[in-house]
């Protein structure tokens, strides 16, 4: 990569700095904005996705830029966000907005598949690389074929024009519905989790609930990812759950994560209930939720 023509102030311009590369810019959306706590290098290198080399770099050059603070000795050193530096709360509002855009995009491709002839729909591969459509899977109804595609192409219009993005609709029976990807995500009808076939099993519950709170020490980004998780949910109708929701966000908010744990994982009516609507499985990425479910086969 050739070098910069000109150097410039990093008094008059410490953006440059800050966000100098992807790597720092994964870094501090991780310490800004997705955890409240002091990480590790290593947690940091995993919640980033990135490399142990790109991690250091990174890491080194936003403490010398004054964002990130390095705490602990050379064996064992912490890193976190400087609550006292200028453009903080700015940066963490960024990445805020980040958030919010992706979420208004799915949002908005899930009104867009809210259909009463539409039985499921998914995105194939919302993970895709920039300049690739994304495909949109609509399973409905035989007799709705003819009509759907166009029908959701219409209300998509608009959507595709202010996100500059173009989705492919791909509609299918259920009989001929391709299968779900490792990365689709769910927007309308039964979730892709859910297996219509199997009843809810209490121990099961248990266990995930164990694994959740095992999560919840090792992660600390996990609780606010279920916070915002719920602030979203909260602001549309949910009905009947809207009760067990805004208990969640009360104890999201009080509560250590070592009470969390013990409340979710106790054999009580309260935590049985809470089980029920664990905010957590929904805002894990699909290698987290792989994961997990592999180590809840193993202990079941």
């Known amino acids: 990569m050739r070098s910069l023509k000109t150097k410039r102030s990093p008094l008059r311009y410490p953006l440059d700095r800050v966000l100098g590369s992807q790597a720092q810019i994964r870094i501090l959306r991780v310490l800004l904005y997705e955890s409240q706590e002091a990480l590790s290098a290593s947690a940091v290198q ?3 996705g990135l490399s142990p080399y790109g991690t250091r770099n990174a890491l080194q050059k936003l403490v ?3 964002i990130i603070e390095r705490s602990g000795d050379a064996n064992f050193a912490l890193y976190q966000s400087n609550r006292h530096h200028p453009l903080r709360h700015e940066l963490a509002t960024l990445f805020e907005s980040e958030e919010n855009r992706f979420s ?3 949002n908005g491709l899930r009104q867009a598949a809210s259909l009463p002839e539409v039985e499921h729909a998914w995105l194939r591969n919302v993970l895709q690389e920039d300049g690739v459509p994304i495909e949109m899977v609509v399973v409905a109804e035989l007799h709705a074929l003819p009509w759907i595609d166009s029908e959701i192409r219409k209300r998509l219009l608009e959507f595709e024009s202010a996100y ?3 989705v ?6 259920r009989a001929d519905a391709p299968p779900l990807s490792k990365d689709a995500l769910h927007l309308w009808g039964h979730a892709a989790e859910q297996k219509p076939s199997r009843r809810r099993n209490p121990e099961r519950s248990h266990h995930l609930a164990k694994a959740i709170s095992t ?3 090792r992660d600390p980004t996990l609780r606010e990812r279920a916070k915002r998780h719920i602030a979203r949910l909260l602001q549309e109708d949910q009905g009947t759950a809207r009760g067990d ?6 104890l999201l908010n009080a509560y250590s994560t070592r009470r969390l ?3 979710i994982t106790a054999d009580s009516s309260r935590s049985e209930r809470l089980r029920r609507s664990m905010p957590f499985f929904a805002v894990l990425n699909h290698e987290e939720r792989e994961d997990l479910l592999r180590q809840l086969e193993e202990n079941m």
């Open 215 to 217: 999560m919840l020490q």
């Open 261 to 263: 744990g013990e409340l």
């Open 168 to 173: 492919e609709v791909i509609p299918c029976t």
């Open 245 to 250: 929701l805004a208990e969640w966000e009360q």
């Open 64 to 66: 010398d830029a004054g």
């Open 104 to 106: 208004d995009f799915v």
């Open 46 to 48: 995993r919640l980033g």
């Open 164 to 166: 500059d993005q173009i």
